[in-house]
C-alpha cells in the first residue's frame, strides 16, 4: 500500500482565525488538538497545516473537509501534503550542532525518522535534513 502524508494542507484561510480553525479540524475529525494533531499557521501565505500524530485515514479526513459546510462557507480548501525526504530548518542558531540536528530529527516525539544527511548553512541559520525514508518528515 502507498505511504500516506500524516499532514493536511489547508489553503485560504484568511477569512477562518487560526482558533476557529482548530476548533473546525477537532469538530470534524473527532480528535484533540495537540494530543492527536498539531496545526502550524503560515499567515504569510494564508495557509495552515495540521500534522497527525494519531494514526488516521488522511485521504478520508480530507474528503471530510471538502464535504464540510462551515469549510466550504470560509471556501478554504484541504489537500495531503505532498510527502519528502527532506525538509529546511530555519532559525537554528549558530551553536547548534549536525549531530544535534540529527538526533533531534531521529527522535519519534519530534514527528522525525532516520536522517541520512544535515547539511548546516550558517550564513542563513538553516539547514536541509534528509531522511532515509518519507516517514520522518517532522
Given at each position: 500500500s502507498a505511504?500516506?502524508?500524516?499532514?493536511?494542507?489547508f489553503e485560504n484561510i484568511q477569512?477562518?482565525?487560526?482558533?476557529?480553525?482548530?476548533?473546525?479540524?477537532?469538530?470534524?475529525?473527532?480528535?484533540t488538538v495537540d494530543d492527536d494533531f498539531t496545526v502550524e499557521v503560515i499567515p504569510?501565505?494564508?495557509v495552515a497545516v495540521a500534522t497527525f500524530i494519531k494514526s488516521i485515514d488522511t485521504e478520508e479526513f480530507v474528503k471530510k473537509c471538502s464535504q464540510n459546510k462551515r469549510i466550504k462557507k470560509?471556501?478554504?480548501?484541504?489537500?495531503?501534503?505532498e510527502l519528502?525526504?527532506?525538509?529546511?530548518?530555519?532559525?537554528?542558531p549558530a551553536s547548534v550542532s549536525t549531530d544535534y540536528i540529527t538526533v533531534y530529527f531521529e527522535s519519534a516525539r519530534n514527528g522525525?525518522?532516520?536522517?541520512?544527511d544535515v547539511q548546516l548553512f550558517p550564513e542563513e541559520n538553516s539547514a536541509i535534513i534528509?531522511?532515509?525514508d518519507?516517514?520522518?518528515?517532522?
Amino acid at each position: 500500500s502507498a505511504e500516506t502524508s500524516p499532514s493536511v494542507v489547508f489553503e485560504n484561510i484568511q477569512g477562518c482565525s487560526p482558533k476557529c480553525l482548530r476548533m473546525l479540524l477537532e469538530n470534524i475529525s473527532g480528535l484533540t488538538v495537540d494530543d492527536d494533531f498539531t496545526v502550524e499557521v503560515i499567515p504569510e501565505i494564508n495557509v495552515a497545516v495540521a500534522t497527525f500524530i494519531k494514526s488516521i485515514d488522511t485521504e478520508e479526513f480530507v474528503k471530510k473537509c471538502s464535504q464540510n459546510k462551515r469549510i466550504k462557507k470560509f471556501k478554504v480548501t484541504a489537500r495531503l501534503l505532498e510527502l519528502t525526504q527532506s525538509i529546511k530548518a530555519e532559525n537554528i542558531p549558530a551553536s547548534v550542532s549536525t549531530d544535534y540536528i540529527t538526533v533531534y530529527f531521529e527522535s519519534a516525539r519530534n514527528g522525525g525518522g532516520p536522517v541520512s544527511d544535515v547539511q548546516l548553512f550558517p550564513e542563513e541559520n538553516s539547514a536541509i535534513i534528509t531522511f532515509c525514508d518519507r516517514k520522518g518528515n517532522a
